[in-house]
C-alpha cells in the first residue's frame, strides 16, 4: 500500500502565507504525479496544482502567481507553498499521488487524509 500524510495546515490571516507538504511512503517503485486538491464546504474537490516526475506544472487559475508547487523526488515528498493567501483559499486541502508500486509493478492512486486551511480576512 501507499499512504499519503499531509502536513502544514493552519489558521492564517488574508495576505499571510502556509507552506502545506505530503509525503508518501510504501510500495513505490515510481511517482508519477503529485498534486494538490482542495474542498470547501459545499464545494466539489478542486485541482490546485500538479506536478508530473519530470518537472511539468499545472495550476488552478485563481492561484496561479500566489501558489507554488515543488517536489523532492528523493523524499517522496510534495510541497505547497501558498502566498498571499485570501478568505476563498480557506479549505481542506487533500494531496494525491499517482505511481507505480514496487512490490507488484501495479499502477496505483492514493489520497492523503486532508488538511484544513483557514484564512480569516
Known amino acids: 500500500q501507499v499512504q499519503l500524510v499531509e502536513s502544514g495546515g493552519g489558521l492564517v490571516q488574508s495576505g499571510g502565507s502556509l507552506r502545506l507538504s505530503c509525503a508518501a511512503s510504501g510500495s513505490i517503485l515510481r511517482l508519477n504525479v503529485m498534486g494538490w486538491y482542495r474542498q470547501a464546504p459545499g464545494k466539489q474537490r478542486e485541482l490546485v496544482a500538479v506536478?508530473?516526475?519530470?518537472?511539468?506544472?499545472n495550476y488552478a487559475d485563481s492561484v496561479k502567481g500566489r501558489f507554488t508547487i515543488s517536489r523532492d523526488n528523493a523524499k517522496n515528498t510534495a510541497y505547497l507553498q501558498m502566498n498571499s493567501l485570501k478568505p476563498e483559499d480557506t479549505a481542506v486541502y487533500y494531496c494525491k499521488a499517482e505511481g507505480i508500486r514496487r512490490n507488484d509493478f501495479t499502477s496505483f492512486g492514493s489520497w492523503g487524509q486532508g488538511t484544513q486551511v483557514t484564512v480569516s480576512s
Open positions: 506536478m508530473t516526475s519530470d518537472g511539468s506544472t
